[in-house]
C-alpha cells in the first residue's frame, strides 16, 4: 500500500491518488512535543502526512525534511459572528502562508468554508482544498474533482474524533478496503491523549500546552493512538 499527499493529488491521473493511503493532521494549535509524538510515529514507519498548519512552530518549519508537506488550518470561525473591524479572512490566510510560502494545500478549523474564503485562496496560489468531510459510513466511493476555477477538491472519509462519536467498533481493515479515495484526518493532540472519550480531551484542555502533565492523562486502553499505530502496521503490510 503507497502512502500519498494531498497537493500530488491530480484529478487528471488516477494513479495519483487510486490505491493510496492520505494521512492528514490538523495541528489545531497543539503543542510541539505534542506534534512531535506524532512524528515519531510517522518517522518509525516511514510514512508521510500532510500537516494543516494553524500557527507558527518550529517542528512544523522542519516537517517537510522528512518528506511530510505542509498545508494551513486557519480559523475563520470568530470571524463568522464578529461584527468589529480589523482581522478578517484575507488577513488569516496572509499569516498563515507568511509562514509556511511553500503550502498548497488548505483544510479550514472546523472546515469552515464559502465562495468568499475559495476566492481568496486562489489570489494566494493554493491548489488543493480538503473541507468536504463525506464519513465512510455512507457507502460512498469518493474521488477527487477539480472546480471550475481549477481548485481541486479533496473530500475525506474518517475523522479521529468523528470515530469517537460514531462509537466505531469495526476493524480499520474494512475501511482500508473501501474502493476510492481514501484520506484520514487525526488531531496530533488526540493521538497523544490516545483519546476515546471526548470527555478526556475536555477535561485535560488546561493542560494541552503542559505535555509533562498531559502525558498522565493518556488512556491506557484502545484510543486514538492505538488506532493509528494499528493502521500504520496494518497498511505497511498490505
Given at each position: 500500500m503507497d502512502y500519498g499527499l494531498i497537493s500530488s493529488i491530480n484529478t487528471e491521473n488516477i494513479n495519483t491518488w487510486e490505491n493510496k493511503i492520505f494521512l492528514t493532521f490538523d495541528i489545531d494549535w497543539a503543542h510541539d512535543e505534542v506534534i512531535e509524538d506524532t512524528l515519531d510515529l510517522l518517522s518509525h514507519y516511514k510514512v508521510p502526512g500532510t500537516f494543516f498548519a494553524t500557527h507558527d512552530s518550529p517542528v512544523l518549519r522542519n516537517v517537510i525534511k522528512d518528506k511530510h508537506e505542509l498545508g494551513i488550518h486557519p480559523n475563520f470561525n470568530d470571524l463568522i459572528n464578529s461584527t468589529s473591524v480589523g482581522e478578517n479572512a484575507d488577513y488569516r490566510l496572509k499569516y498563515l502562508l507568511e509562514l509556511f510560502p511553500y503550502a498548497k494545500s488548505i483544510r479550514s478549523h472546523s472546515t469552515t468554508w464559502s465562495g468568499v474564503i475559495q476566492e481568496l485562496v486562489l489570489k494566494y496560489g493554493l491548489t488543493h482544498e480538503s473541507n468536504t468531510f463525506i464519513p465512510w459510513q455512507s457507502n460512498m466511493s469518493l474521488k477527487p474533482w477539480k472546480l471550475w476555477n481549477e481548485?481541486?477538491?479533496?473530500?475525506?472519509?474518517?475523522?479521529?474524533?468523528?470515530?469517537?462519536?460514531?462509537?466505531?467498533?469495526?476493524?480499520?481493515?474494512?475501511?482500508?478496503?473501501?474502493?476510492?479515495?481514501?484520506?484520514?484526518?487525526?488531531?496530533?493532540?488526540?493521538?497523544?491523549?490516545?483519546?476515546?472519550?471526548?470527555?478526556?480531551?475536555?477535561?485535560?484542555?488546561?493542560?494541552?500546552?503542559?505535555?509533562?502533565e498531559l502525558i498522565k492523562h493518556r488512556f491506557e486502553g484502545h484510543g486514538t493512538r492505538s488506532k493509528l499505530i494499528e493502521f500504520l502496521e496494518m497498511a505497511h503490510s498490505l
Amino acid at each position: 500500500m503507497d502512502y500519498g499527499l494531498i497537493s500530488s493529488i491530480n484529478t487528471e491521473n488516477i494513479n495519483t491518488w487510486e490505491n493510496k493511503i492520505f494521512l492528514t493532521f490538523d495541528i489545531d494549535w497543539a503543542h510541539d512535543e505534542v506534534i512531535e509524538d506524532t512524528l515519531d510515529l510517522l518517522s518509525h514507519y516511514k510514512v508521510p502526512g500532510t500537516f494543516f498548519a494553524t500557527h507558527d512552530s518550529p517542528v512544523l518549519r522542519n516537517v517537510i525534511k522528512d518528506k511530510h508537506e505542509l498545508g494551513i488550518h486557519p480559523n475563520f470561525n470568530d470571524l463568522i459572528n464578529s461584527t468589529s473591524v480589523g482581522e478578517n479572512a484575507d488577513y488569516r490566510l496572509k499569516y498563515l502562508l507568511e509562514l509556511f510560502p511553500y503550502a498548497k494545500s488548505i483544510r479550514s478549523h472546523s472546515t469552515t468554508w464559502s465562495g468568499v474564503i475559495q476566492e481568496l485562496v486562489l489570489k494566494y496560489g493554493l491548489t488543493h482544498e480538503s473541507n468536504t468531510f463525506i464519513p465512510w459510513q455512507s457507502n460512498m466511493s469518493l474521488k477527487p474533482w477539480k472546480l471550475w476555477n481549477e481548485l481541486t477538491r479533496v473530500p475525506y472519509f474518517w475523522e479521529d474524533d468523528v470515530a469517537i462519536l460514531f462509537k466505531e467498533t469495526n476493524s480499520l481493515s474494512s475501511i482500508l478496503k473501501l474502493p476510492g479515495l481514501r484520506v484520514f484526518d487525526f488531531h496530533p493532540i488526540h493521538v497523544f491523549l490516545n483519546t476515546e472519550s471526548l470527555n478526556r480531551y475536555e477535561r485535560t484542555r488546561h493542560l494541552h500546552q503542559n505535555p509533562k502533565e498531559l502525558i498522565k492523562h493518556r488512556f491506557e486502553g484502545h484510543g486514538t493512538r492505538s488506532k493509528l499505530i494499528e493502521f500504520l502496521e496494518m497498511a505497511h503490510s498490505l
